[in-house]
């Protein structure tokens, strides 16, 4: 044996102990024969690594070459105490430290060596235990930190070690226990998973796994997260249905249930049942559950775990796969393409309107259901992603996946101002600019005084309603019984929007004249008016306030878009029923064709008791109004709706729209969510299932007895199968103090606000009457839910096994027989632009304001499109007054593309209002600027209630590329205004499209940036030259000051490919405009500044729009001159870029990050930008990325009337 040469400590004195220990037992290593003095050395480091973590740390530290050098000793040496002596040194490495440590080991090879050392200890007959019990656990560490692992362990031969050990060793626990952490390692790979499960493994772990034990409870843990692991192989997963697992899996889970009455064995249940998670992934695991009785079974036990919160994890489990076993239903729909078709000019070569021309014909479609077949297949089992081409590197392809969608391409990013069409063509919308050429000889300029800002029309004060008056005949208490469910879809003249029902509620028998009812509103009691009913000659005349003559019968072809699942009347007939005391009707109010509308409570106004002290001499009610004029005219608003043409033959004009809306003087919260509200709501249709004698499974059109929960089905768009989201209907007949639910059940979108707190909207006639007419947030037991009802192919962009997703709120009625709306959100109606425009239009001052209103053109179903012009009369006749006059640059300003974003249009009238008015602001803006308005870019998909599309079946936001002036009119003519003024050297200094936002909360823009765009991308962001004008952030950074709903950290200016058909990227790269903007606006509310916790309400969205035009003023006094020396605050471009952290968060889609913290729940959708194309993640991966704990997530609706 040679000596130990011990090295002088003199040359030690700038190292560690450490360090010379590694310098000796490398030099160690080039002597073979060292086998003694190498396992000193390692016995000496290994008791400095157990008692020292300055050790442990130093090993383990940037350039440090200690673990090379264990590992190269580990590799070569032949003495077994030392290679007991390395293992226990890297058992000890890798124990603390976290990953970070783990992740050094796999740096130096240590994955491939120990794989070789786990080969080679194999050979041994018997292999020592020791050896094996050690390179396991350190694998089962390393390995998930190493990608390539799994091919390493399948080239190496390691999988079948592994499991022969187990196979052999099947009680020494010790050596089993780590044998089963590194084949859940191994699992994590699909072929290596299919390989174990062809050598037995899964049969194998049911042999470890069993009944309630309290011995063994660790081991029976790791088998149960290996088995989970293995069984998302779909072989694995057919192989354990074969051999009836999933009955053994449920019967050992109900075993442990019962028995773990301490909850002390929490991880075993939930490895249980993640196995079954993992099981049912497949159609053969789902049937066999439900063969088994495994929705009842995990109903039950779920429900006895929910009184201890420390069981949410098992609570939430179950939930998941409940949820995923649900049987899949198709809509109860004969077909899911829109009620109404609308035949266009051309037909379309590609694209889903394409698609749906050439599905049968209509007859055929209603008796084949071919366009609503739900998929049976499993999820992507057209190819088992076991194969050996597997993408192994899963950073490469998430690399690659975030960076799909941002334009790379320099060239393609770089404005290409190019006509696009000739300037003679462009002639044509010469007429449309008059203020360029006109001399004014025929005004009057003379005056300067502003004139009052009066309407010169007629003049109307409050509106007032009569509340008191004759008694109601005594007929009028023999009410109909049962539910009048009224389906508006196709009836509401200028409603947009599809409605579900009109409902009628379940009214019963009065058995007294009297009432007392009490409303606490805004922290206050009111008192309703004393009345016995309405005004006879009221009544009668508002009933016959007709567009047509009604029919007495359905019109054919109409479907219904609600469900009846529980027992609900809905009829797809407008009521043509008129109250028993209203028979002897005289002239109606309106000349030739004429508008009725909705069905006014038949009671009139609640009365109170005698004691009472209101009394029956209240003869009226006067509606409160704004200070300022108001815009709203009824009787206005019913000669525009006769004039409007939509595709349904609306007869009926709902009561909001014909009232009209002020905002509520009280602020309304955003909704705070009680925990568990969506598991609980999952947990019902899941009790519905196992209980179906309470379900009515069709659609139904009176009941006797009718119960207080509705399914409610979405019309989708004209000339489409999809795009369900808005939702405008009307409910009547309630009883107050009910709990009434209404479930919207073929919603699309991955994620909704009303999963954040947004509630629905409501109206009330009878608060109207009462001199509150105000839409109100009102709901509670919010949530937005995946359902069991599936999606077809076609529906669902050529994508199988798509799900549609629920929203559910209940609403407490306060009025009894009362009248209530519902929608998605404030409805803005075409003809409530038109009367607006009417209204601003009258009442200017022509010596102060140029005002003009013309039609660009006139949309398929020939309804006219109008374009406004706002500027500010010259000051006289003199040449320099009438140059400056045409020289002023222009704002171009649009909105309402989509339908179903009525908060744009809400903005457009707060633009429109301060424009107009004579605040010395706004004439100052009039005087700087010249402003082209289109206000409504859609209007056939506001009039006929659609949510996204045009009658065209196609997102009008797309088309902006190559508009068809066939299809795409208002597209094609908008374009054409903007390329005139670029052909005649007047690109306008901001272009901006009003829009929407589901998904996010407060206001913020999209823009375009080459800088940021290339920036984002991470490819040589850092050496990137390209310079660039940062203005395009003067005008969002303005709002961030001024604007209190207004939000910088959400804009983002970033280019992306699938929005290079939209209006912002258009306008941009084609016309030239630098500021050219998307403008979206929350649905929901602030999460930031003034607002912050506040649901948005019209009031905050019109102060929005007038707070743009402020900031084009500040934006006209910067843009001067000294354009490029801004203030330093307005144009901190570095700092804002590297803050705005951007996000993917679909495959198509970036956005910055989510301004949503995480629910407790975990919400389990997507969330992308909406005013851009919605695009889903795959649906396996709601919950197989989530959280180690995974849990279920907690975190819109029927149409009638339009938005």
């Known amino acids: 044996m040679s000596k130990l040469k011990v090295i002088p400590e003199k040359s030690l004195a700038n190292n560690s102990r450490i360090v010379g220990l590694l310098a000796q037992l490398e030099k160690i290593n080039t002597d073979s024969t060292e086998s003694d003095n190498a396992r000193y050395v390692t016995s000496k480091i290994l008791h400095l690594a157990q008692s020292q973590e300055k050790t442990r740390r130093e090993m383990t530290t940037k350039g440090s070459t200690g673990v090379e050098i ?11 105490q030392t290679t007991l002596n390395i293992l226990s040194i890297l058992t000890e490495l890798v124990s603390t430290g976290g990953g970070r440590r783990a992740s050094f080991l796999v740096a130096k090879g240590g994955s491939q060596i120990l794989l070789q050392l786990l080969m080679n200890a194999s050979k041994d007959s018997p292999p020592h235990e020791e050896v094996m019990v050690q390179a396991h656990s350190i694998l089962a560490k390393i390995g998930p930190k190493d990608k390539k692992f799994g091919v390493k362990a399948r080239i190496n031969g390691a999988l079948n070690i592994t499991l022969n050990l187990v196979k052999q060793h099947l009680q020494n626990h010790r050596l089993v226990l780590p044998c089963l952490q590194l084949l859940r390692v191994y699992s994590a790979n699909s072929v290596n998973s299919v390989s174990l499960g062809k050598n037995g493994i899964v049969e194998l772990m049911f042999k470890i796994i069993g009944p309630f034990s309290k011995k063994n409870s660790g081991l029976m843990k790791v088998a149960l997260d290996t088995l989970a692991a293995l069984l998302k192989s779909k072989t694995n997963a057919r192989r ?39 099981v049912t992934n497949i159609k053969l695991g789902r049937k066999a559950f439900i063969d088994a009785n495994g929705m009842k079974i995990l109903y039950n036990t779920s429900q006895e775990c929910l009184a201890a919160r420390t069981l949410d994890s098992l609570v939430n489990t179950s939930s998941l796969i409940m949820r995923k076993c649900f049987p899949k239903n198709r809509l109860p729909l004969p077909t899911i393409k829109s009620s109404f078709h609308f035949q266009l000019p051309v037909i379309p070569m590609t694209g889903p309107v394409a698609q749906l021309y050439s599905l049968p014909p209509e007859e055929n479609l209603h008796r084949t259901f071919v366009d609503d ?13 076991e194969a050996e081409n597997e993408i192994e590197n899963e950073d490469d392809l998430d690399k690659n996946f975030k960076n799909d969608d941002i334009e790379t391409d320099i060239n393609k990013l770089k404005p290409l101002q190019v006509p696009g069409r000739s300037i003679e063509d ?29 309407f010169e029309g007629k003049v109307r004060g409050p509106i007032v309603v009569p509340t008191a008056g004759e008694e109601a005949s005594g007929n009028s208490g023999s009410l109909r019984k049962g539910v009048v469910t009224k389906e508006k879809m196709s009836f509401r003249r200028d409603e947009s929007i599809k409605k579900p029902a009109f409902m009628n509620l379940p009214k019963e028998d009065i058995k007294g004249n009297d009432r007392t009812l009490s409303q606490q509103l805004d922290g206050q009691n009111r008192t309703v008016s004393s009345a016995h009913g309405l005004n006879n000659d009221i009544v009668k005349a508002l009933d016959r306030i007709t567009l047509q003559n009604i029919p007495s019968q359905i019109g054919q072809g109409l479907t219904t878009g609600v469900r009846k699942d529980y027992s609900l009347p809905l009829t797809v007939l407008m009521c043509t029923k008129s109250c028993p005391h209203n028979s002897t009707c005289g002239n109606t109010l309106f000349e030739g064709r004429t508008v009725q509308l909705g069905k006014l409570c038949c009671t009139g106004v609640e009365t109170e008791d005698e004691d009472s002290e209101s009394n029956s001499s209240v003869e009226h009610a006067s509606v409160e109004i704004p200070d300022a004029p108001t815009l709203h005219d009824p009787d206005l608003y019913i000669e525009i709706v006769k004039n409007t043409k939509s595709v349904p033959e609306y007869s009926e004009v709902a009561y909001p729209d014909y009232f009209g809306h002020i905002p509520p003087p009280f602020k309304e919260p955003i909704l705070e969510r009680p925990y568990g509200v969506q598991r609980t709501k999952i947990a019902q249709d899941i009790e519905r299932l196992i209980h179906q004698s309470d379900i009515i499974d069709r659609v139904v059109y009176d009941l006797d007895n009718p119960k207080n929960e509705y399914d409610l089905i ?59 007419p105000w839409w109100i947030r009102m709901g509670t037991d919010i949530c937005y839910y995946k359902n069991h009802f599936s999606r077809s192919s076609v529906a669902a962009g050529g994508q199988k096994g798509k799900s549609y997703y629920t929203i559910t709120f209940t609403v407490n009625f306060p009025h009894k027989d009362d009248v209530c709306y519902f929608a998605y959100h404030y409805p803005y109606t075409y003809s409530a632009l038109q009367m607006h425009l009417q209204k601003l239009e009258s009442a200017h001052n022509p010596q102060q304001i140029y005002f003009r209103k013309d039609v660009l053109c006139e949309t398929l179903s020939g309804n006219s499109c109008p374009l406004v012009t706002i500027t500010a009369m010259p000051e006289s006749h003199y040449y320099e007054h009438i140059c400056q006059f045409r020289n002023r640059p222009y704002i171009f300003l649009s909105a309402r593309v989509h339908p179903g974003e009525t908060n744009a249009s809400w903005v457009m009238k707060g633009t429109l209002e301060y424009l107009m008015s004579n605040n010395p602001a706004a004439q100052c803006l009039r005087e700087s600027y010249i402003f082209k308005i289109i206000p409504m870019l859609n209007p056939d998909g506001v009039i006929n209630g659609n949510h996204r599309c045009s009658l065209s079946g196609e997102d009008l936001n797309r088309q902006w590329q190559s508009p068809n002036p066939d299809l795409h009119p208002t597209i ?117 500044g003034k607002y912050k916790g506040l649901q948005i309400g019209t009031r905050e969205l019109e102060e929005m729009g007038a707070k743009f035009c402020i900031g084009l ?34 495959p198509t889609t970036y956005v910055l990050d989510e301004d949503e913290p995480r629910f407790l729940e975990e919400v ?18 709601d919950y197989e990325n989530s959280a180690p704990e995974e849990v279920l997530s907690d975190s819109e609706s029927s149409r009638t009337y339009p938005p």
Request: one cysteine or more.
């Open 1113 to 1146: 003023l500040r934006l006209k006094r910067l843009t001067s001159s000294m354009e490029y020396n801004l203030p330093s605050s307005l144009l901190d471009f570095d700092n804002d870029l590297i803050d705005s952290s951007c996000k993917v968060t679909s």
């Open 373 to 385: 077949v739900v998929d049976e297949s499993d999820d992507n089992d057209d190819i088992d992603l």
């Open 70 to 80: 264990l590992l190269l000793t580990l590799e070569n040496t032949k003495d077994l």
């Open 972 to 1088: 094609y003519h908008t374009k054409g205004l903007l390329q005139y003024l670029a052909a005649v050297k007047r690109l306008p200094l901001v272009y901006c499209d009003y829009h929407g936002h589901s998904r996010k909360k407060n206001v913020f823009m999209y823009g375009c940036s080459i800088k940021e765009t290339v920036w984002h991308t991470s490819d040589n962001a850092a050496s990137c030259d390209v310079v660039e004008d940062v203005g395009y952030r003067t005008l969002p950074k303005i709002l961030s000051h001024i604007a209190p709903a207004f939000c910088m950290s959400s804009c983002s200016f970033v280019v992306e490919k699938s929005k290079e058909s939209t209006a912002r990227v258009v306008v941009w790269r084609e016309i030239g405009v630098q500021r050219s903007y998307t403008m979206e606006s929350t649905l929901c509310g602030c999460d930031q």
């Open 426 to 454: 462009l002639k044509m919308y010469e007429h449309l600019f008059p203020e360029l050429v006109d001399d004014f000889q025929g005004c009057d300029l003379i005056s300067k005084e502003p004139k009052p800002f009066v």
């Open 240 to 278: 354990a249905v074969d051999r009836g697992y999933v009955q053994v899996l449920l019967t050992i889970y109900v075993d442990w249930h019962r028995h773990d009455s301490r909850h002390r064995n929490v991880l075993i249940r939930k490895g249980i049942l993640q196995s079954l998670k993992s």
């Open 714 to 772: 979405l019309n989708s768009d004209i000339n489409s199968n999809h795009y369900h989201q808005w939702f405008y209907f009307e409910v009547s007949g309630m009883r107050p103090g009910v709990a009434y639910r209404f479930n919207i059940i073929n919603c699309e979108k991955s994620n909704s606000q009303f999963n954040y707190g947004m509630q629905p909207l409501m109206y009330s006639v009878q608060e109207a009457l009462n001199a509150r």
């Open 1164 to 1181: 389990d959708y997507s969330a992308e930008s909406n005013d851009e194309i919605d695009i889903e993640l795959p649906e396996n991966a």
